[in-house]
């Protein structure tokens, strides 16, 4: 079966723009979750959604960023008023459950902020 | 508070060395504990998983890893590593809010 896949793979955008990333999870899996990648910072937590619950968004560094989950299955990560420290991959993971811990990780989207 | 520590930022072996890379915890209980490798132009995956039980786990492509309450640590380990292990790998735990919190990496590079 298909893995996560994420849109687009590399975005190169002008400061003070605004992005969408786009996360398509396994099919049937309740959990997804959305981590920054920035160079020797490691995986750093976002924002979290589990089946119909309220997402956790703990990990949102500032407002600009907010995330939504349609239907249960495809997530977009939107990032308004873009700036240079937003440059980083942005990784998206789905689970099985919320018990099963398992994540399965897509390739990741390559922003750029010029 | 919790957290997980990869000392080592870069570790160089030599193909068909053994492999050691160290992950040390700062966690309360017994703490649910992972190792995932990202290979270049790869996404993470999941090499292997701590959850309690038998201290000693067993993980795809040929590694495993230990669970030492005492030493506050799950080191990953390979007897004999191949070229195609360079790769960063990433310890990570369970946090209190079922978050999956990931240390800041150590990046394998392996000698010829």
């Known amino acids: 079966g298909a893995g996560v896949s994420q849109s687009p793979s590399n975005k190169v955008t002008e400061k003070g723009k605004d992005v969408e990333l786009r996360c398509d999870p396994i099919s049937g899996h309740t959990a997804l979750y959305w981590y920054r990648q920035s160079l020797g910072q490691g995986l750093e937590f976002l924002i979290y959604f589990q089946g119909n619950s309220a997402p956790d968004k703990s990990g949102l560094p500032s407002d600009r960023f907010s995330a939504e989950r349609t239907g249960g299955s495809v997530s977009t990560l939107t990032i308004q008023r873009t700036q240079q420290e937003d440059s980083a991959v942005y990784l998206c993971?789905?689970?099985?459950?919320?018990?099963?811990?398992?994540?399965?990780f897509g390739p990741g989207t390559r922003l750029t902020v010029t | 508070a919790q957290s997980v520590t990869q000392p080592d930022i870069h570790i160089t072996v030599s193909e068909g060395a053994s492999l050691e890379l160290r992950c040390n915890y700062s966690y309360g209980a017994t703490p649910y504990l992972f190792w995932y490798v990202q290979s270049p132009g790869q996404g993470l995956q999941l090499l292997l998983k701590?959850?309690?039980?038998?201290?000693l786990v067993q993980g795809i492509k040929g590694f495993e890893a230990e669970f030492k309450r005492s030493q506050s640590s799950f080191n990953l380990r390979k007897p004999s590593v191949h070229w195609s292990d360079a790769a960063e790998y990433f310890c990570?735990?369970?946090?209190?809010?079922?978050?999956?919190?990931f240390g800041k990496g150590t990046r394998l590079h392996i000698l010829p």
């Open positions: 701590y959850f309690s039980g038998d201290t």
């Open positions: 990570a735990y369970l946090n209190r809010d079922d978050k999956i919190i």
């Open positions: 993971a789905s689970s099985l459950d919320r018990a099963s811990y398992e994540q399965y």
